[in-house]
């Protein structure tokens, strides 16, 4: 006799559902696990990747919260979210170090700066570029509270999750809806790929489902430029190798914004396959298909290119503007790809060594790239915290 086969399609569904991971964004505790007998044992390169880190972990941080923030306007008086970048890159980085020593001290210190955030804000505004804050801080507001949730010491997870909903998540979500007011092309695919991670991260903090399912519906199938098909619109193929080259939406106007692309795309893939969604796979795993593109112009050798057009104008070439760039990216595009997946991301390899040796052994962090927003719009620290084995 046949099992009806409807009961286990009508069960699936209620198993899976409200069963969100915690800690999961970025890291989960399997990942904490490995991390910590990594740094206890001084094994190298996670320990180099270490002390990067701890360079950063300041248990005296003085948070400079403020119920404003301003991005990118003649009138923002003054432009202060370089405030909250340095804030948030210090929370992280005080939090990851309470997960690795347990040492409390540095618990509390990421605890007192998310909540003076979680008390102070109420407004993130400026020029478009708001949106360009709300989403790279919220992904990264979100992953430090997230890494810090687990903490005895911390009451001010419910106020972090209230302020997060209140705040950025609606400029998160808006934003994919009306791109504020612009025709769909308008925005480079960056906007809504911050804007992403952080609906989806906030969503997770919050266990928000919702807000998730908005997230990874938008990404597989959204009309605006972050969608995947969007963010890597055509797929060339390596002669030698037949490997996928994606060409990235952004790789025309500049390599800086087409690096960007790739840290936001591996920091939704990685997000989401924390929680089961596997979109790295997605498509033939084109996430690694622009990754391998993007990484591969950025170490010197060259790619194919389509002529890509949109309302801003024309490209006929692939923009050589910032080409070289050095970002921490690339170890958690390869630890996925090749550590989980055993595929070949040889150009992504050879990228992360290039960012590796820079960093004299390990990738840095927020504050190891120079002041500007640009240094801080990834969490980095990926050879100690993604690298699974050597
Ligand atoms: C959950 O997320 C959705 C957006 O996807 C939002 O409309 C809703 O207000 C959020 N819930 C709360 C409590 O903020
Ligand atoms: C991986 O791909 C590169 C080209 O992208 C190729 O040169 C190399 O031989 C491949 N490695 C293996 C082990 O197949």
């Known amino acids: 006799m046949k099992a009806p086969r409807f009961l286990t399609v009508a069960l699936l569904p209620i198993v899976g559902c409200n069963a969100l991971v915690h800690p999961g964004l970025l890291h989960t505790n399997a990942d904490f696990t490995r991390i910590r007998s990594y740094v206890k044992a ?6 180099t990747g270490w002390e990067k880190l701890a360079a950063h972990a300041n248990a005296d941080y003085t948070p400079g919260a403020a119920a404003v923030v301003c991005r990118g306007a003649s009138w923002c008086n003054p432009e ?7 804030d948030i890159a210090a929370a992280y980085a005080n939090a990851i170090y309470w ?3 347990g040492d409390t001290a540095y618990g509390d210190a990421a605890a007192a700066i998310l909540d003076a955030w979680s008390g102070t804000l109420t407004t993130v505004t400026g020029s ?11 992904y990264q507001l979100a992953n430090a ?6 903490y005895g010491g911390w009451s001010g997870l419910d106020s972090l999750i209230d302020m997060m909903q209140a705040v950025f998540l609606p400029m998160n979500s808006d934003f994919l809806v009306n791109h504020n007011g612009a025709v769909i092309d308008h925005y480079w695919a960056n906007w809504d790929l911050c804007n992403i991670a952080s609906l989806h991260a906030i969503g997770v903090l919050a266990d928000n489902q919702t807000a998730i399912n908005q997230a990874v519906n938008y990404f597989k199938s959204g009309v605006g430029m972050g969608a995947l098909n969007n963010a890597i619109w055509t797929i060339h193929t390596e002669d030698t190798s037949g490997k996928h080259l994606g060409q990235v939406q ?4 500049d390599q800086g914004h087409s690096l960007l692309d790739i840290a936001l795309l591996g920091v939704i893939g990685q997000q989401a396959y924390n929680q089961g969604e596997d979109l790295f796979a997605l498509e033939d795993n084109q996430i690694l298909a622009g990754a391998e593109y993007v990484f ?18 024309t490209a006929t070439s692939i923009s050589s503007s910032g080409r070289g760039g050095i970002r921490p990216i690339a170890e958690l595009i390869y630890a996925h790809y090749n550590g989980v997946r055993g595929l070949n991301v040889s150009w992504t390899g050879e990228y992360r060594d290039v960012v590796v040796e820079d960093g ?8 190891d790239y120079g002041s500007t927003s640009g240094g801080y719009d990834q969490l980095g620290f990926g050879t100690l915290l993604f690298r699974l084995d050597d």
Do not use: C, I, M
């Not at 202060?80 to 340095?86: F, G, K, M, T």
């Not at 478009?128 to 919220?138: F, I, N, Q, T």
């Not at 509270?145 to 687990?150: I, K, M, T, Y």
């Not at 004299?360 to 504050?367: D, I, L, Q, V």
């Open 250 to 253: 952004e790789a025309g106007r």
């Open 80 to 86: 202060n979210y370089p405030v909250l970048y340095r």
């Open 296 to 313: 591969k112009y950025n170490t010197g050798h060259d790619v194919p290119f389509t002529t890509y057009s949109n309302s801003q104008g």
């Open 145 to 150: 509270g997230e890494v810090l949730r687990g």
């Open 360 to 367: 004299n052994g390990a990738e840095g962090g927020g504050g």
């Open 42 to 47: 001084k094994t190298d390169p996670w320990y």
């Open 99 to 101: 997960q690795v020593t």
């Open 128 to 138: 478009s570029d708001k949106y360009l804050a709300a989403g790279l801080y919220g």
